[in-house]
């Protein structure tokens, strides 16, 4: 894992209970650059103007799950990672959330501070990754374009 600056990128943490909230921050404030949603359309809200490196949710939550939110911030931002907090091991559930890229992890609660540190800078050094492989491959994939259109349309 590279060695990076945790607190320049942004980790949106979502929860309905505000312990839980409190938690994470009186865990990580120090060690990472957060923000916090009380709710799903709360954090919906925040994503018009922030474009999270990882997106950590509860699962349970009134209205929208911790799962549909992960789903629809994939659809906005293909290269945030997202964790899933559980404290119920509904392994179906968990892994259909997998398998649909909605869900890139999952953590049980309760859990530890030490051991999500480690998944924190994972998920961060695996989001900036993606993004710059994507980066890497944007002039490459119009290159090719150029090359089909010269091939189909010679001057």
């Known amino acids: ?6 607190t320049s990128f942004d980790v949106l943490v979502v929860d309905d209970e505000q312990d839980n909230l409190d ?10 650059r957060l923000h916090y949603a009380d709710g799903a359309k709360e954090a919906l809200g925040l994503l018009a103007g922030l474009k999270p490196t990882v ?6 939550m009134p209205k929208m799950s911790g ?18 907090l559980t404290a119920y091991a ?11 890229g909605a869900v890139d992890r999952y953590v049980q609660k309760p859990w530890d501070s030490k051991e999500l540190t480690l998944i924190l800078r994972q998920a961060i050094d695996t989001a900036t990754t993606r ?8 002039p490459e994939a119009q290159y090719a374009g150029d090359l089909g259109r010269q091939q189909r349309d010679p001057i």
């Open 67 to 84: 799962i549909e939110l992960l789903r629809q911030v994939k659809a906005r931002y293909v290269d945030t990672y997202t964790i899933l």
């Open 23 to 32: 938690a994470f921050r009186f865990a990580f404030r120090k060690s990472f």
């Open 1 to 6: 894992m590279r060695e990076l600056d945790w």
């Open 131 to 138: 993004a710059e492989n994507r980066r890497l491959r944007e």
């Open 90 to 100: 509904e392994l179906e559930v968990l892994i259909d959330a997998v398998n649909s």
């Open 55 to 60: 997106v950590v949710a509860d699962q349970r």
